[in-house]
């Protein structure tokens, strides 16, 4: 990025360590989780390459960056969010992987 800002780089430096903790808790939910649950924390954690996004814009660097890379990842996370939890055969059961209640 084009930041000059001391203040600003240093933040920068240990930035691996919290995407490394996110990506392995995407890994463990994918293993165990339902898709309801993955569906959610895959909307909520597409906050982190939207927040990506705008440190870039603010930080000067390109809007083709920030739009074309941390934007469409946004999108995507949000699609596959919002696909998981209502996809064919939920029938609008919270938890698809639990057994079907019988009415009555």
């Known amino acids: 990025m084009p930041v000059h800002n ?14 490394d903790r996110l990506r392995a808790f995407a890994f463990v939910l994918m293993l165990v989780a339902g898709s309801y649950l993955l569906g959610w924390c895959s909307l909520t954690l597409a906050a982190v390459p ?14 083709a960056t ?14 596959i969010g919002i696909g998981l ?9 919270r938890n698809p992987d639990a057994p079907a209640r019988r009415p009555g």
Not at 85 to 93: E, I, L
């Open 6 to 19: 001391s203040a600003f780089q240093s933040g920068r430096r240990g930035e691996g360590t919290p995407r």
């Open 50 to 63: 939207a927040g990506d996004a705008l440190v870039v814009l603010h930080g000067g660097g390109s809007p």
């Open 66 to 79: 920030a739009y074309g890379l941390h934007a469409a990842t946004v999108l995507v996370m949000a699609l």
């Open 85 to 93: 939890p209502v996809r064919p055969g939920n029938r609008g059961r």
